[in-house]
């Protein structure tokens, strides 16, 4: 079973920075998107950024201009750099990756997840 795992999460200031990374423990065949997803207390979890196959990118309003997904195949890590912090990006962050083969069918694997907490 392919496991997520993510890490660089924490405490920051509002302004400031930080880059949360999602290795996988082994290839996934067949990635159709790679993406973050985050997740406030109260609210239902939401798209942060995605990254297709192909390399295009997608991105919520609220983000925009101030986060960056990027990937790294020969390590199987995805990344999102975060600039810019508010107190409205404190959430737990969750990796996502969807995949689809003829054999193994369509799957989709998430992370544990990893708190960004943002101080104003």
């Known amino acids: 079973q392919v496991q997520l795992v993510e890490s660089g999460g924490g405490l920051v200031q509002a302004g400031g920075s930080l880059r949360l990374s999602c290795t996988a423990s082994r290839t996934i065949p067949g990635i159709n998107s790679m993406g973050w997803y985050r997740q406030a207390p109260g609210k239902q979890r939401e798209l942060v950024a995605s990254?297709?196959?192909?390399?295009?990118?997608n991105y919520a309003g609220s983000v925009k201009g101030r986060f960056a997904i990027s990937r790294d195949n020969a390590k199987n890590t995805v990344y999102l750099q975060m600039n810019s912090l508010k107190p409205e990006d404190t959430a737990v962050y969750y990796c996502?990756?969807?995949?689809?083969?003829?054999?193994?069918?369509?799957?989709?694997?998430w992370g544990q997840g990893t708190q960004v907490t943002v101080s104003s």
């Open positions: 990254m297709s196959s192909r390399g295009s990118t």
């Open positions: 996502n990756v969807d995949s689809v083969t003829v054999i193994t069918g369509t799957r989709t694997f």
